[in-house]
């Protein structure tokens, strides 16, 4: 199973900014897929979750400005960021967990995502 981001980058506050996991060795629409972000010494956050194409979750710093989806046919989860804030800065993980699992059971590599002011 690999999970592989892209998408990260520098971009100003206000801006916009697609990630993309492209995972290979699993069926997304047989796990809840979730984007996770992380800066170093600080704990990891879960911003938002899809579960067998359902109804999203997100949490209260990005709601109303990410937008998790999936394309089952291409095997890619995707999270649109608009009207991206500084502190929305961190290593962005696409994660895979299996539906009765706490906890992922798979993990990307990570990609950066700055925000400036």
């Known amino acids: 199973v690999q999970l592989a981001e892209s998408g990260g980058g520098s971009v100003q506050a206000g801006g916009s900014l697609r990630l993309a996991c492209v995972t290979s060795g699993l069926t997304i629409s047989r796990y809840c897929m979730a984007w996770f972000r992380r800066n170093p010494g600080e704990e990891r956050e879960q911003v938002a979750e899809i579960c067998n194409g359902g109804s999203p979750k997100y949490s209260d710093s990005v709601t109303g400005r990410f937008t998790i989806s999936q394309d089952n046919a291409k095997s890619t989860l995707y999270l649109q960021m608009n009207n991206v804030k500084p502190e929305d800065t961190a290593t962005y993980y696409c994660?895979?967990?299996?539906?009765?699992?706490?906890?992922?059971?798979?993990w990307g590599q990570g990609t950066q995502v700055t925000v400036s002011s």
């Open positions: 994660a895979a967990r299996w539906f009765l699992s706490g906890q992922p059971n798979y």
